[in-house]
């Protein structure tokens, strides 16, 4: 009988210490993954209000520094264009630090057709999208995540 008493807590004490290593293992390989997955993002940018320019570059810069491989593309239309323009922008400085980290910042040419926006008046960091809303879908169907910027 002691025999048996001893082998069922043996049993009870091999089952636990296995299930404590399968979770720990378990949990190793959710932190693994998650510092290995490269995550995609689109921002999109509409407001011209600078408080919102100077919080986005907060928000990617943060996003970068806890997730450094993520790939980042900020989409400017409306009056978030603002952004993006020589004579307007207030974070031109942040941007091409933003840029040499890999975020890619782009202007909508249909917002730029309709305010009478010259390319030559977007900053050189920029790129040219024909549509902001075609650019955001775009990105959405090919699995980035999507976050709408402002307060």
Not at 36 to 52: A, G, I
Not at 53 to 79: D, F, R, W, Y
Request: hydrophobic share 45%; charged share 20%.
């Amino acid at each position: 009988m002691k025999k048996l008493f001893l082998a069922v807590i043996l049993f009870a004490i091999t089952v636990s210490v296995v299930a404590k290593k399968t979770k720990q293992t378990l949990l190793n390989n959710v932190s693994v993954s998650k510092v290995t997955n490269q995550h995609k993002v689109v921002f999109q940018v509409t407001s011209e209000d600078t408080l919102v320019h100077k919080s986005l570059i907060k928000q990617l810069n943060n996003m970068l520094t806890a997730a450094p491989g993520t790939k980042i593309e900020v989409v400017c239309h409306g009056s978030g264009i603002n952004i993006l323009v020589m004579d307007k922008t207030i974070v031109h400085d942040k941007i091409q630090q933003m840029k040499n980290r890999g975020v890619l910042f782009m202007a909508c040419e249909n917002t730029l057709k309709e305010r009478n926006i010259g390319k030559g008046k977007i900053i050189s960091e920029a790129r040219f999208v024909p549509s902001a809303l075609i650019e955001i879908i775009t990105k959405q169907e090919a699995g980035w995540s999507y976050i709408k910027d402002g307060f």
